[in-house]
């Protein structure tokens, strides 16, 4: 009797351990099948940034390229997009409904600093891999998250290239700057700031605006009277040509130099009736006309898939944001958990897409720190000014102002 009580004890731990197990197993699998991976993504489809949307497009193309190629290690990508209309309370309840629902097991791109930072945490702590926020926040690898992999540049960074060959190489004295009023335009703000601090100098005139604004007028005539000779813009695609509208009608003409976020050319040209012309500015993926095998390859994907999206960056961006993250699925294999995963990510060394090289590792978390300039001559017309540009300014100096800067505000 001893014996028996023996086994059905030792049964029902065997029994309590393998529900368990199993349910660690499903936990670390979630949105993953012998047949399929989940992956998600935000993206303003409406709202003031609804511009941007078209990056959360562009990686349902890319997907459903790599899907008909066979997908990955047996796999098939099922593609979750959710519209936030740039709103921080809405990304959240996307975000929960996309993991808690759909099962999602990764998230590729979401635009914005203040979206991104809304479930930046929520991810963390339920171990959801996130690849190549589409921000140039600090944010995302200061402090360093397990999970989170970034390789947008850095809006401190491009903001001190731009500010160095303004003065460096076009002779510009006075700079200032028309900045959002949030950490994306505070980290271009901060970048430019160390960068003119480097060289003796410092801003003419800093003006900023909020998301909301529809009026600039006002900031227009404080950068005129800053007699500035280039100016810096962070904004979305709908204030930036604000700002050119309003300068032009006061007569004020100063070297424009803008932002990555505003690096869509044509689509720029267009809805600034013109004035994006000359404009200087960063940008972070090949110019869409590129001839590379991959330009050539993604081009023909989006005329098969997507015939009536605009290939510009913005459209693009959706390939190159996922790129790291369908490599990494490739080197995971058949073998896919959040673990393995990251280390696949962390095994990721000079990778090449459409980008800069991306280089990641276990202390690493911001894949790149590099963008080009262009300028533009037209809406189809541009002269590339440099090629890849690696910042030098101390990420650590521009991370502690911005931070002091959010403190003073709460």
């Known amino acids: 009797m ?26 670390r699998a979630r949105g993953v099948t012998d047949t399929e991976v989940v992956i998600g993504q935000w993206g303003p489809q409406t709202g003031p940034a609804a511009l941007w949307g078209a990056i959360a497009r562009g990686t349902q193309c ?29 990304t959240v309840a996307a975000v929960k409904e996309m993991v808690e629902n759909e099962g999602v097991f990764a998230f590729v791109g979401g635009v914005g600093t203040a979206t991104g930072m809304a479930v930046r945490d929520y991810l963390d702590e339920n171990q959801v891999p996130w ?7 600090t944010h995302w690898a200061w402090p360093q998250s397990k999970y989170l992999f970034s390789g947008f540049p850095l809006y401190c960074d491009e903001a001190a290239i731009l500010v160095d060959y303004a003065v460096n190489t076009l002779g510009k004295k006075k700079i200032a700057i ?33 998301i909301m604004d529809s009026d600039v007028s006002s900031q227009a005539l404080r950068l005129k009277q800053s007699g500035a000779d280039a100016v810096l813009i962070y904004a979305t695609p709908k204030h930036a040509p604000m700002i050119l509208a309003e300068s032009a009608k006061i007569g004020f003409e100063p070297q424009w130099m803008s932002s990555n976020t505003l690096s869509d050319m044509p689509l720029m040209y267009k809805i600034s009736g013109g004035a994006w012309k000359d404009m200087i500015f960063a940008n972070f993926a090949e110019m869409p006309d590129s001839d590379s095998p991959l330009m050539q390859k993604y081009r023909a994907a989006q005329q098969k898939y997507m015939p009536d ?28 958990t959040p673990e393995s995963f990251v280390a696949a990510m962390e095994s990721l060394k000079d990778f090449k897409g459409i ?14 720190r590099s963008v080009y300039l262009v300028r533009c001559i037209s809406g189809t017309e541009y002269e590339k000014l440099t090629d890849w540009v690696t910042s030098t300014i101390d990420v650590d100096e521009a991370v502690r102002r911005l931070r002091g800067e959010k403190a003073a505000a709460e």
């Open 131 to 137: 690849v190549f926020p589409a921000s140039g926040s």
């Open 309 to 336: 999206e605009s290939w510009g960056v913005f459209f693009l961006a959706g390939f190159l944001f996922a790129e790291p993250a369908v490599e990494a699925l490739k080197r995971s294999g058949k073998d896919l």
């Open 355 to 368: 980008g800069p090289s991306l280089t990641f590792g276990p202390d690493v978390r911001q894949g790149s």
């Open 178 to 210: 028309f900045y959002q009023n949030d950490d994306y335009g505070l980290g271009g703000y901060y970048g430019a700031q160390l960068q003119l601090e480097s060289l003796g100098m410092e801003f003419v005139e800093a003006v900023s605006f909020e």
């Open 62 to 90: 890319y997907f459903d390229m790599i899907n008909d190629e066979g997908g990955i290690a047996g796999r098939k990508i099922r593609y979750v997009m959710r519209d936030d209309a740039y709103q921080p309370a809405k």
């Open 2 to 27: 001893l014996q028996k009580k023996k086994l059905m004890l030792a049964a029902v731990m065997f029994a309590g351990l393998a529900m368990t197990l199993s349910g660690c197993a499903e936990k």
